[in-house]
């Protein structure tokens, strides 16, 4: 599992370092602090062979333009002259660095039909680079655009390199419609258990569930069993969190804004049910917040119980955009929150 991420000149961010990661990572902070940023740093260097990933940071963040001017946008203070490198490290030390690059030709179009005579126009390609490397050894990978039509992409995918990690974002706003097929296999190997603990949190009465037309349904002790879509945000969330986590087996599951969509008084539970998935499936999870209640789940779940396997993290941005990281045990988070300083 990664212990230790460095970020440079990705986003708002100039510099960060932080160390001491765990099983179960929490970020908690003001807003536009840095904590999306960072998980998506996490979520670009788990899949360092992938081109298309600078561009789907954007969309999870509804953002879905990819002319050259848009991917400036990742690059801090908009200058694409200075790379994006980001370095994660466990047993293994990933770098990647992300560079945008343009190519210009001058052409001059005549045509006798039409009297406007166009020249200097910039035509050619524009894309990204990626230089990696898993340990010393080096690889490359690329995302090229047509300026002249953008939906005409050039992938290039590194070459003798599998990516092994699995790993998913999960943004504010889930799609449950992504759950289902996970959903299925989870049946299949009867491991229904897995989500029926995590939807008593909502509704004590759930029993079980089945599909059927590409739908859950929900027995809840009624004459029928009801659709998911029913029961609220917050189930269908409890049920694409789970699903996520069964299908993150071995890998890192990143969860920005944990508390959105669920009520305050479940906090606790739910992270006792995340805590225990994440072991059962040897998942490491990055977690964000801003929200107290979020923070007091967490502390109240595991105080006494499984210290040794969770890092909470404060982060502040400083004058000069270096993200800082402080670490609380679950000790001093429990201080800081009773004193109400640290987090509001």
């Known amino acids: 599992?990664?212990?230790?991420?460095?970020?440079?000149?990705?986003?708002?961010?100039?510099?960060?370092?932080?160390?001491?990661?765990?099983?179960?990572?929490?970020?908690?902070?003001?807003?536009?602090?840095?904590?999306?940023?960072l998980l998506e740093s996490l979520f670009l260097a788990s899949g360092l062979s992938n081109p298309l990933l600078p561009i789907n940071v954007n969309f999870i963040r509804d953002y879905g333009k990819s002319n050259f001017n848009d991917l400036i946008?990742?690059?801090?203070?908009?200058?694409?002259?200075?790379?994006?490198?980001?370095?994660?490290?466990?047993?293994?030390?990933?770098?990647?660095n992300i560079t945008l690059f343009k190519e210009n030709q001058e052409n001059i179009t005549l045509n006798t039909d039409n009297a406007n005579i166009l020249s200097n126009v910039e035509e050619g390609k524009y894309g990204l680079k990626l230089d990696f490397q898993i340990n010393d050894t080096p690889f490359y990978a690329q995302l090229e655009f047509d300026t002249k039509d953008t939906k005409n992409v050039n992938r290039v995918i590194a070459n003798n390199y599998t990516e092994s990690l699995q790993c998913v974002y999960l943004s504010p706003k889930f799609d449950f419609k992504t759950s289902i097929q996970g959903l299925k296999k989870i049946q299949e190997n009867k491991d229904e258990h897995f989500i029926i603990e995590g939807l008593k949190l909502i509704e004590p009465r759930v029993k079980d569930f089945v599909f059927t037309d590409n739908e859950m349904l929900v027995d809840i002790g009624l004459e029928k069993r009801i659709p998911i879509n029913m029961m609220g945000d917050g189930a269908r969330k409890i049920v694409s969190l789970l699903t996520t986590m069964y299908d993150c087996k071995d890998?890192?599951?990143?969860?920005?804004?944990?508390?959105n969509g669920f009520h305050y008084s479940v906090m606790c539970d739910l992270w006792k049910v995340l805590i225990d998935?994440?072991?059962?499936?040897?998942?490491?999870?990055?977690?964000?917040?801003?929200?107290?209640d979020s923070i007091k789940g967490l502390r109240d779940s595991a105080l006494n119980k499984k210290e040794d396997l969770i890092a909470t993290f404060k982060l502040l941005?400083?004058?000069?955009?270096?993200?800082?990281?402080?670490?609380?045990?679950?000790?001093?988070?429990?201080?800081?929150?009773?004193?109400?300083?640290?987090?509001?």
């Open 1 to 37: 599992m990664f212990n230790k991420i460095k970020i440079e000149r990705f986003r708002g961010i100039h510099y960060a370092s932080i160390e001491g990661f765990k099983q179960i990572n929490l970020f908690f902070g003001k807003n536009n602090c840095g904590k999306s940023s």
């Open 251 to 259: 890998g890192m599951l990143l969860i920005d804004e944990i508390s």
């Open 277 to 292: 998935a994440a072991i059962k499936n040897n998942t490491q999870l990055f977690v964000t917040t801003h929200d107290i």
């Open 317 to 344: 941005k400083t004058n000069d955009d270096e993200l800082k990281a402080y670490h609380y045990s679950l000790e001093s988070l429990d201080y800081s929150i009773n004193q109400e300083i640290e987090v509001r």
């Open 73 to 96: 946008l990742n690059f801090y203070n908009l200058d694409s002259k200075q790379p994006i490198s980001i370095q994660l490290i466990d047993g293994e030390i990933r770098n990647l």
